[in-house]
């Protein structure tokens, strides 16, 4: 087998296990006992309405990182060409849309992020924010994209 061949099912692998997370508390029902589970969200949109979309790739990524924001700091404008999801472990975070909208996350929350759609995280509590996010995207291509402002 070659070496492309290897980087395919690990990709594979991964993007099995991150739908395993999904899909848990669908499985967890299947025990009788010592398994709890919790259904964080269950959407087919965004919070800003906007429809769940998955990317159609030959060449799939699964990025997972953990994103801290201090008090009063924020991300800066920017956004994701690729689907992303979040867990917010810590703190309490606020998200401005393009056009003034205003979402608010906290702590043991999960987020289903916009995507092609300028945002900024703003950290607005007094401990610092502390995320996963986990970028479904495709090798080689930029999981973020900084952007200006919108203008109003």
């Excluded at 610092?128 to 995207?137: D, N, Q, R, S």
Aim: charged share 20%; hydrophobic share 40%.
């Amino acid at each position: 087998m070659g070496r492309g061949s290897t980087k395919v099912k690990i990709i594979a692998v991964l993007w099995i296990s991150c739908l395993m997370l999904v899909a848990w508390p669908v499985f967890a029902g299947d025990y009788d006992t010592g398994v709890k589970s919790n259904l964080l969200i269950k959407s087919t949109t965004a919070s800003n309405g906007q429809k769940v979309e998955y990317l159609k790739t030959e060449n799939a990524e699964v990025t997972v990182m953990t994103v801290e924001i201090a008090p009063g700091r924020e991300t800066g404008w920017h956004l994701h060409s690729v689907p992303v999801y979040a867990y917010i472990i810590a703190g309490k975070l606020m998200v401005e849309m393009e056009g003034g909208k205003q979402y608010e996350f906290k702590e043991g929350q999960a987020i289903i992020e916009v995507m092609n759609t300028p945002h900024n995280g703003i950290n607005i509590g007094d401990v610092p924010v502390k995320l996963i996010a986990f970028y479904t995207g495709e090798q080689g291509m930029s999981i973020v994209k900084k952007v200006g402002k919108p203008v109003k």
